[in-house]
């Protein structure tokens, strides 16, 4: 057994990685490689409970691996892969919504949302939250770093983690939410009261990590703001635009707030504050899309360092599952050990 904790994180291919997934996440996996043992899924599984393009889901699913390993993500130091090649994720899924009631998932307020808003409820869109226990109860998780809108889906982990040891004998470890900070929230360029999101199409909304340059300064320069004209941090809403600029400067830079009011001390006004941010997050995403270009005219050893992820993963995942089932009561052949 490893002495350091188990940190486990999904991200879904659900279209290209943003800032708001880089300041808000990734950027904190990347510093955190050597502290905690990490392991970082690209949850295509998760992504199929609402309908996919075939090829788009396999487009995306390789873009999202490519962008996190050229964020800095070290196949060396975490555990990176893909859900869809560790078989037991779908198989830990059946056997756990088997010990949690359907009272637990009807409850979940992303469920009720998301099934309002459709006309035609997929199945897996309810279960999705037993694949996500699953995910983390396979690699006994410490810890799973989730923004606020995981947090009821890792208190259901929990629930069906505490169950199952019940039912069956402690087996499972009970994982923690960390929930992140107010700070780290990015919010959208079009409308700062929405968090940034990569399923969202409108043009001016997110900035992506494969942006071109001015793609990323059109983007900053329609951003919302308010009719004043004062450059400072603020929780007020009508101010929400002119913070989320400050806090994407803060977060790219690394400063602290009074060092980044007195960077903008010599704004002439909004548009330099616009012009600034972007030139900022430009020189930080450059190195990134340099290196997600490289990785995808490179197949072969995207795949290479993908399959290392996946064959590390499936080490662990397949392990716990063969006690998982034990402890149910299944008879494990030797070809399944
Ligand atoms: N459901 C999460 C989301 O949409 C992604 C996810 C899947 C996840 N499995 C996970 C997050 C396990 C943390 C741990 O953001």
């Not at 300064?217 to 600029?245: H, M, Q, Y």
Request: proline letters at 4%; one cysteine or more; a negative charge.
């Amino acid at each position: 057994m490893s002495a350091k904790r188990r940190v486990f994180s999904g991200i879904q291919p659900s279209g290209t990685l943003t800032l708001g997934n880089y300041l808000g996440a990734i950027k904190r996996w990347v510093e955190g490689q050597d502290a905690k043992e990490n392991f970082i899924c690209v949850v295509d599984l998760h992504a199929i409970t609402v309908p996919q393009d075939p090829d788009a889901l396999r487009a995306n699913t390789r873009a999202t691996a490519a962008l996190l390993l050229a964020a800095g993500i070290d196949p060396a130091r975490t555990t990176l892969f893909v859900q869809s090649h560790v078989r037991a994720h779908a198989e830990a899924s059946w056997l756990l919504s088997c010990v949690a009631p359907l009272g637990w998932l009807e409850r979940m307020t992303q469920y009720k949302a998301k099934a309002a808003a459709q006309e035609s409820v997929l199945t897996a869109l309810l279960t999705y939250p037993i694949l996500q226990a699953g995910d983390i109860l396979l690699y006994d998780a410490h810890e799973v770093p989730v923004g606020e809108d995981q947090k009821q889906h890792i208190e259901l982990a929990r629930d069906i983690a505490q169950r199952f040891n019940h039912l069956f004998g402690e087996l499972l470890v009970v994982p923690e939410p960390k929930i992140a900070a107010a700070g780290a929230r990015v919010m959208g360029l079009d409308d700062p009261a929405k968090k940034m999101s990569k399923s969202a199409t409108a043009r001016g909304h997110a900035v992506r990590l494969t942006d071109s340059d001015d793609e990323i300064r059109w983007a900053f320069k329609r951003a919302v703001t308010d009719s004043g004209r004062e450059i400072v941090f603020s929780d007020e809403p009508e101010k929400a635009g002119v913070n989320n600029l400050l806090t994407i400067y803060q977060v790219t830079t690394g400063k602290d707030p009074d060092a980044v009011v007195a960077d903008f001390a010599s704004a002439r006004g909004y548009g330099d504050l616009k012009t600034w941010v972007a030139d900022a997050v430009i020189e930080a995403i450059t190195p990134i899309r340099t290196r997600f270009h490289e990785l995808m005219a490179d197949p072969a050893e995207l795949d290479r360092q993908v399959a290392l992820g996946a064959d590390h993963a499936r080490e662990i995942a397949e392990a716990k599952l063969v006690a998982i089932k034990e402890a149910m009561g299944f008879g494990v052949p030797a070809a399944l050990r």
